[in-house]
């Protein structure tokens, strides 16, 4: 099992920056990936950024450019830097692990980005 602990979530004006967090814990051993899903009120749940064990990352479009994602040097901890927030990027962000197929989500994290 692995255990997904997100924090840095919160209330910024538009333009503002934020940075989350999350930390995993239990069985880290072989985690091939990390990322970012994001999900707003009636929306699904969508990707927002991941990134491998050999520090390859993607990230959806709509954040190209304004958002990092980062993941420290032990791999347990990854990082999201979002920088020139948007209102339409308020939503609840939840940090996932994939190891061996196997998909592990954090409780989420709300960031609200007001106009």
């Known amino acids: 099992q692995v255990q997904l602990v997100e924090s840095g979530g919160g209330l910024v004006q538009a333009g503002g920056s934020l940075r989350l967090s999350c930390v995993a814990s239990g069985n880290v051993f072989s985690i091939a990936a990390m990322g970012w899903y994001r999900q707003a009120p009636g929306k699904q749940r969508e990707i927002v950024a991941f990134i491998t064990g050999g520090a390859s990352t993607k990230y959806a479009n709509s954040v190209k450019g304004r958002f990092t994602i980062s993941r420290d040097n032990a791999g347990n901890t990854v990082y999201l830097q979002m920088n020139s927030l948007k209102p339409e990027d308020t939503s609840v962000y939840y940090c996932?692990?994939?190891?061996?197929?196997?998909?592990?989500w954090g409780q989420g994290t709300q960031v609200t980005v007001s106009s």
């Open positions: 996932y692990a994939n190891r061996g197929g196997n998909i592990y």
